[in-house]
Structure formats: C-alpha cells, structure tokens
C-alpha cells in the first residue's frame, strides 16, 4: 500500500476510535456520569455548537436595539430626527426666501423706484418663488440610433412569433 493510503487509514481509525469519557466522585471513586464518545463526534458537535452560538448572536445583534451599540449603526430616532430638521430647515429657508423679497420691494418704494401701486405682498411673492426653468429635453443621435434599434429588434421578435 501506498504511504498516503496509510495515513489516511491510521487518521481514520484515530478519529473513529470509540474512547469513554467518566466523570467520577472525587472522594468515593463512584461513576457519576459515563460517556462513549470518538474525535470525530467531538468534532461535529463542537462545530454544530459553534456555529449555532454565532447565528444566536448575530440574531440577537441584528433584532435587538443592541445594534445601535455597533459603530455605522444609527438609532431609528436620530434618522427620525435628521429627517424632520431637514424639512424644517428646507421650509424656514423658503420662508426666509419670500420675506427677503419682500423687504427688497418695500425698500424699492420706499426709494421711489417703484410706485406703491405695484406693491402687493401676493404678487411680490408670487413673482419670488423660484421655479424650476422650462427644459428643451431633445434626444441625441446616439439615442435615436438606439430606438430605431430596439424597434427593428421588436419587429423582427413579432414577425418570428407569427
């Protein structure tokens, strides 16, 4: 046989080898607990252990309000938090937006470049609210080749159907 052969049979035979583990009492030598066990059953069952402890752990980190502990993790109510602070600021910003317009026009009268006539908190902001600019969306070449690709790929696609 060959020496590899060898190895393998003698590490197999050590594995499979049923050993007895005895826990005795210290002081009167009596069996209190018995067990026959070999490597390869200690193996598995501190594997099957090792690996059910991980998954019980990282269940309980990831379900738990023990993640907020974990650096990246933020807690529900911060984002809550920064959310609702950005709507406000956003909101108080506008808001800012429409009474500086205001104030320009009242200085304009007040200079007499304006007539008070056409000062009117309604239109001044109305006229002050920025909108968005009219867009020319027009497709390129590059994207016109491509639907006159796609649409002779669909025809072809229904006339092999047919």
């Known amino acids: 046989?060959?020496?590899?052969?060898?190895?393998k049979?003698?590490?197999k035979k050590h594995l499979f080898t049923k050993n007895r583990l005895v826990i005795l009492n210290d002081e009167t030598f009596e069996e209190?607990?018995?067990?026959?066990l070999t490597l390869m059953n200690v193996f598995v069952f501190a594997s099957i252990g090792a690996i059910l402890i991980i998954f019980v752990t990282t269940?309980?980190?990831?379900f738990t309000p023990l993640r907020e502990y974990i650096p990246g993790y933020t807690s529900t109510k911060l984002k809550k938090?920064?959310?609702?602070?950005?709507?406000?600021?956003?909101s108080l910003e506008f808001a800012i937006k429409?009474?500086?317009?205001y104030l320009e026009?009242?200085?304009?009268?007040?200079?007499?470049?304006?007539?008070?006539?056409k000062v009117n908190k309604d239109s001044i902001l109305a006229i002050s609210v920025d909108t968005l600019p009219d867009l020319q969306l027009?497709?390129?070449?590059?994207?016109?080749?491509?639907?006159?690709q796609v649409a002779e790929e669909e025809k072809k696609k229904i006339e092999k159907r047919k």
Request: charged share 35%; proline share 0%.
């Open 59 to 62: 269940f309980i980190i990831a």
């Open 81 to 90: 938090d920064a959310t609702e602070l950005a709507l406000k600021s956003d």
């Open 105 to 117: 026009s009242i200085k304009k009268v007040l200079n007499g470049n304006l007539e008070y006539a």
């Open 9 to 11: 049979q003698k590490l």
């Open 98 to 101: 429409k009474n500086e317009a």
């Open 1 to 7: 046989m060959s020496e590899k052969r060898l190895k």
């Open 138 to 148: 027009t497709a390129t070449e590059a994207e016109m080749n491509l639907r006159k």
């Open 32 to 36: 209190v607990f018995s067990l026959r």
